[in-house]
T-cell receptor, first 115, second 114 residues
């Protein structure tokens, strides 16, 4: 499968625990995005990487959220001290810089449930 | 702040019907409008529109953009049960530090009954 891959697909955690999600983009894509989607809503942009550089992170929801892409390939999204309001689908997408119009390919998402 | 509004919120039709989904937007430095289909998992790309008045077509689906009136429509003819999904509209703007960041609408939930 050469699409965007996310792991795990589902995560149940207790409030206060830390969680980390992984995204493997399409191999030749240098741009990587994280989005959050809550029930009944469209995806909401969180952060963006071009290669290993995190160029936009002001829309991360709080300082409990952080993301890395250390070698410009896979990325991780970490949520510290999870709260019930963090329960959502976390989607990763990737694109080529040459996709000027914005076409991005999404992974299957990680569904987080905080109990 | 960029904004995308989709209507209707939900729609129930019977197989064979034709549906029109609407998307209006407000965005600074518009680059493109995209339609995605989401069936309980990853949004899958349908169309990208950058120019007014040029229809994009793929099988029974088609879409057109009006940059003057700031809206787009997605048409599905001869609907099938497999068309049941959430249809998402998104816009991309020219922002030097956010790549191809997309602003999404809330989606239209389409249910096609046999």
């Amino acid at each position: 499968d050469t699409g965007v891959s996310q792991d795990p697909r589902h995560k149940i955690t207790k409030r206060g625990q830390n969680v980390t999600f992984r995204c493997d983009p399409i191999s030749e894509h240098n741009r990587l995005y994280w989005y959050r989607q809550t029930l009944g809503q469209g995806p909401e942009f969180l952060t963006y990487f071009q290669n290993e550089a995190q160029l936009e992170k002001s829309r991360l929801l709080s300082d409990r959220f952080s993301a890395e892409r250390p070698k410009g390939s896979f990325s991780t999204l970490e949520i510290q001290r999870t709260e019930q309001g963090d329960s959502a689908m976390y989607l990763c997408a990737s694109s080529l810089r040459s996709n000027v119009g914005g076409e991005a390919f999404f992974g299957q998402g990680t569904r987080l449930t905080v109990v | 702040e960029d904004k995308v509004v989709q209507s209707p919120l939900s729609l129930v039709v019977h197989e064979g019907d034709t549906v029109t989904l609407n998307c209006s937007y407000e965005v600074t430095n518009f680059r493109s409008l995209l339609w995605y289909k989401q069936e309980k998992k990853a949004p899958t790309f349908l169309f990208m529109l950058t120019s007014s008045g040029i229809e994009k077509k793929s099988g029974r689906l088609s879409s057109i953009l009006d940059k003057k009136e700031l809206f787009s429509i997605l048409n599905i003819t001869a609907t099938q049960t497999g068309d049941s999904a959430i249809y998402l509209c998104a816009v991309s703007a020219f922002e030097s530090n956010a790549g191809n960041m997309l602003t999404f609408g809330g989606g239209t939930r389409l249910m096609v009954k046999p």
